[in-house]
């Protein structure tokens, strides 16, 4: 099933930027497309970005441009380097496998407000 550990959350201002980082264990890392999703209060869990198993990446509409997923194979680590943060963006932000996501971590938290 794998085991996901969230971390890099934080609050920032309206602008500002923040790097998310995911330990991946339990799994073979390069064998799976890994994703970032997050929920925000009162809504459904929604996937923000995914950096599949051949290395192409795929983004919401509405962080195209705005985020960057990668992942480092030597340290079994997903990424999300997130700029020009909107108040929307705020939420708590998962990573899971982008194919029947299980097991569930913490998720970290990001607030966006001034």
């Known amino acids: 099933q794998g085991q996901f550990v969230e971390s890099g959350g934080d609050w920032v201002q309206p602008g500002g930027s923040l790097r998310l980082s995911c330990k991946v264990s339990?799994?073979?890392?390069?064998?799976?497309?890994l994703a970032w999703y997050r929920q925000a209060p009162g809504k459904a869990r929604e996937l923000v970005a995914s950096?599949?198993?051949?290395?192409?990446?795929t983004y919401d509409d509405s962080v195209q441009g705005r985020f960057t997923i990668s992942r480092d194979k030597s340290e079994n680590t997903v990424y999300l380097q997130m700029n020009a943060l909107k108040p929307e963006d705020t939420a708590l932000y998962y990573c899971n496998r982008l194919s029947s996501p299980t097991n569930w971590g913490r998720g970290t938290q990001v607030t966006v407000s001034s």
């Open positions: 950096n599949n198993y051949d290395l192409t990446t």
């Open positions: 339990g799994i073979i890392f390069n064998f799976h497309s």
